[in-house]
């Protein structure tokens, strides 16, 4: 079984520009979700999808963060402008809570540098 | 609220000795608990979860962990260490029904030869 895709792995911007990542979540799995990982820090959640409705973007920084799920498959989560606080690695989940499953299965991440 | 505390940032130990990585949280009802394990790189592999049943729950790569309500504590271990066990380790505490986790800051494993 394919586990999680993200991509890019690695991405290095300049403050105020704009950068997009991509995930694809294991096949079936109807859950999506997003996470901020700073250096030294655990991950913090962005935003929760089932299927392509959001349950949770309490924690998404609106001005500038925005992420969508169309089709309820893959999903991208965008970032303009970005600032040099976006630095972090930005994980993508899947989980088939559509079968009561709460277990999560997290991709490789994509690592962001914002100079 | 729930919260999840790891109170160690760093541990060494030396291989072949046994480990205990401390993770303590904060929650109303009985949650589901993770732990998770990251090498540099890379994103969280799962170790083990508990969910209800027995508390001494047992993972890949030799790991277990016990589940203390009493304590709400939630200690990951393993009886020998490898060399290959370096790596971050992060406990998660799921609100039951909202498929959501917190995260613990992660422990960082290092392992001397």
């Known amino acids: 079984e394919a586990g999680v895709a993200q991509s890019p792995r690695y991405k290095i911007i300049e403050k105020r520009q704009s950068v997009a990542f991509w995930c694809n979540p294991i096949?079936?799995?109807?859950?999506l979700y997003w996470y901020q990982q700073i250096l030294g820090q655990g991950p913090k959640l962005l935003i929760q999808?089932?299927?392509?409705?959001?349950?949770?973007d309490s924690q998404l920084p609106k001005d500038r963060f925005s992420a969508e799920r169309l089709k309820g498959v893959d999903s991208t989560l965008k970032i303009q402008p970005a600032k040099l606080e976006d630095s972090a690695v930005y994980l993508c989940?899947?989980?088939?809570?559509?079968?009561?499953?709460?277990?999560?299965?997290f991709g490789p991440g994509t690592r962001l540098l914002v100079l | 609220a729930q919260s999840v505390t790891q109170p160690d940032i760093h541990i060494t130990v030396s291989e072949g000795a046994s480990l205990e990585l401390r993770c303590n949280y904060s929650?109303?009802?009985?949650?589901?608990l993770f732990w998770y394990v990251q090498s540099p790189g890379q994103g969280l592999q799962l170790l083990l979860k508990?969910?209800?049943?027995?508390?001494l729950v047992q993972g890949i790569k030799g790991f277990e962990a016990e589940f203390k309500r009493s304590q709400s504590s939630f200690n990951l271990r393993k009886p020998s260490v490898h060399w290959s066990d370096a790596a971050e380790y992060f406990c998660?505490?799921?609100?039951?029904?909202?498929?959501?986790?917190?995260f613990g800051t992660g422990t960082r494993l290092k392992v001397l030869a």
């Open positions: 096949s079936g799995h109807a859950t």
């Open positions: 508990y969910f209800s049943g027995d508390t």
């Open positions: 998660a505490v799921g609100a039951r029904g909202t498929y959501k986790y917190i």
């Open positions: 989940a899947s989980s088939d809570t559509s079968g009561g499953g709460e277990t999560q299965y």
């Open positions: 999808f089932q299927n392509n409705g959001v349950v949770d």
């Open positions: 929650y109303g009802a009985t949650p589901y």
